[in-house]
């Protein structure tokens, strides 16, 4: 969560951006079920066939549906100024603005006290006062600090603080991913046309940064792309780079990084007092964490200034499963 200048944008009409044939393909067969859905203004609500479709570009990367969204609309004690979200095999991790949250699998998102761990930003970290979204890897905990020189903070599984790390050539740090093909960090400005890529070398518990490249952003043609209100971003196990952009119509954009071209587009329409946030990747479709499917998950909360933010949780699904490992 950054400046508070939201769009005036209210939601609107389904924004369909997949081809018209395939779209017809998808309704149709949506019709011959009998099946409806559930709608918050343009959005899907609640588990349904598919009614929205978002296309990718290129054939890249695959298409992906609106699931379900829980929780929905909840303030569960851990959602109040909700900045990000990553996981391991057991456990979720979120941040808000000034603490870290560990969250069993298992647990009902949506009920309270769900969380079981939370920590606030340490002494070493005096000065910073904004986490954003995080990420983990490898049995570490990979956090973006603002409010000091922009860094990058390190914690255990178990939320202890390890080291921190200034961001070389950064002027804010509102999320951080590292890639599981290269294994490095990747983060960018809240106001960019560029990804920029760090390597990390660690010497016992102290993590230095280096800038190794800048990638330029490029939309579906080819042509530069600037994207504002970037609040999240996460990698997929191939590589492929999905940003939040906090613009009503604009939502998630999948990338492939090796060229910068935007290759996935998933509109998200949302009010003037509601702001998207982190993502995560996850393959849910199997039923093992309550209330949740899909493998594309996105952060919105609903600013409440006389109590606790509310919280959305929105999912999307790969529209054929068998494109899952293309993700």
């Keep these: 969560m950054h400046n508070f200048a939201f769009p005036e944008e209210q939601r609107g009409r389904l924004l369909i951006t997949r081809p018209l044939l395939a779209v017809g393909a998808l309704l149709l067969a949506a019709l011959s079920s009998g099946s409806a859905g559930a709608y918050r203004g343009g959005d899907l609500v609640h588990d349904t066939l598919p009614a929205e479709v978002f296309g990718r570009s290129r054939g890249v990367l695959p298409a992906f549906e609106k699931s379900s969204e829980y929780p929905y609309d909840s303030s569960p004690g851990?959602?109040?100024k909700l900045q990000g979200v990553a996981h391991d095999s057991s456990h979720w991790y979120m941040t808000n603005r000034a603490k870290l949250w560990k969250i069993p699998v298992k647990r009902d998102l949506g009920v309270p006290e769900a969380w079981s761990k939370s920590a606030r930003i340490p002494s070493q970290l005096?000065?910073?006062?904004?986490l954003g979204d995080l990420?983990?890897?490898?049995?570490?905990?990979?956090?973006?600090?603002?409010?000091?020189?922009?860094a990058i903070g390190v914690f255990d599984s178990d939320l202890n603080y390890i080291t921190h790390a200034l961001l070389p050539n950064a002027l804010d740090?509102?999320?951080?991913?590292?890639?599981?093909?290269?294994?490095?960090?990747?983060?960018?400005?809240?106001?960019?046309?560029?990804v920029r890529k760090y390597r990390m070398s660690w010497?016992?518990?102290?993590?230095?940064?280096?800038?190794?490249?800048?990638?330029?952003?490029?939309?579906?043609a080819?042509?530069?792309?600037?994207?504002?209100?970037?609040?999240?971003?996460?990698f997929s196990a191939r590589g492929h780079l999905y940003l939040v952009s906090d613009v009503s119509g604009q939502g998630i954009k999948g990338f492939a990084l090796e060229t910068g071209r935007q290759c996935?587009?998933?509109?998200?329409?949302?009010?003037?007092?509601?702001?998207?946030?982190?993502?995560?990747?996850?393959?849910?479709?199997g039923g093992q964490v309550?209330?949740?499917?899909?493998?594309?998950?996105?952060?919105?909360?609903?600013?409440?200034?006389?109590?606790?933010d509310d919280f959305f949780f929105k999912h999307y699904r790969v529209t054929e499963p068998a494109l899952k490992p293309n993700l």
């Design 203 to 220: 010497t016992g518990n102290s993590l230095a940064l280096t800038e190794v490249a800048s990638i330029a952003l490029r939309d579906s």
């Design 264 to 285: 996935v587009n998933i509109p998200v329409q949302f009010e003037r007092d509601e702001e998207l946030e982190g993502i995560d990747l996850w393959d849910l479709d």
């Design 290 to 308: 309550p209330g949740i499917d899909g493998q594309i998950h996105l952060q919105m909360i609903d600013h409440d200034w006389w109590s606790d």
């Design 78 to 80: 851990y959602s109040h």
């Design 222 to 234: 080819g042509k530069p792309l600037t994207l504002q209100r970037v609040q999240g971003g996460v």
């Design 135 to 150: 990420d983990y890897h490898d049995g570490r905990l990979y956090v973006p600090l603002e409010g000091a020189a922009p």
């Design 126 to 130: 005096r000065g910073y006062d904004h």
């Design 173 to 194: 740090a509102p999320w951080c991913a590292i890639n599981p093909v290269d294994g490095h960090l990747y983060t960018s400005s809240f106001r960019t046309g560029v």
